[in-house]
């Protein structure tokens, strides 16, 4: 049974950083891709960021130059260090694999950006 516990998140102010992190069992999480995904209230949930089995990397344009994800494998570990943080970016934040699978999803983290 795979589990994925999120992490890290809170209450922080525009301009502020947070990092998210993702611990993963269940998989053989070291050739995984993985990913960050988001919902705000009210809007459905989108994908935010991955991160292939190798390390590459790509971001949702609305993140790109702000949001870093990387992987830790010997900890089975995803993060998603974010910067810059706009009221914007307020969602609970979500990992999941790359593509995302409905029997993955956990409780997901809270960020919330104040103005």
């Known amino acids: 049974q795979v589990h994925l516990v999120e992490s890290g998140g809170g209450l922080v102010q525009t301009g502020g950083s947070l990092r998210l992190s993702c611990a993963a069992s269940g998989i053989i999480f070291s050739i995984s891709p993985m990913g960050w995904y988001r919902q705000a209230p009210g809007k459905q949930r989108e994908w935010v960021a991955s991160?292939?089995?190798?390390?590459?990397?790509v971001f949702a344009d609305s993140v790109k130059g702000r949001f870093t994800i990387s992987r830790d494998n010997a900890k089975n570990t995803v993060y998603l260090q974010m910067n810059s943080l706009k009221p914007e970016d307020t969602a609970v934040y979500y990992c999941?694999?790359?593509?995302?699978?409905?029997?993955?999803w956990g409780q997901g983290t809270q960020v919330t950006v104040s103005s």
């Open positions: 991160v292939g089995s190798g390390g590459s990397t």
């Open positions: 999941n694999g790359i593509p995302a699978r409905n029997d993955y």
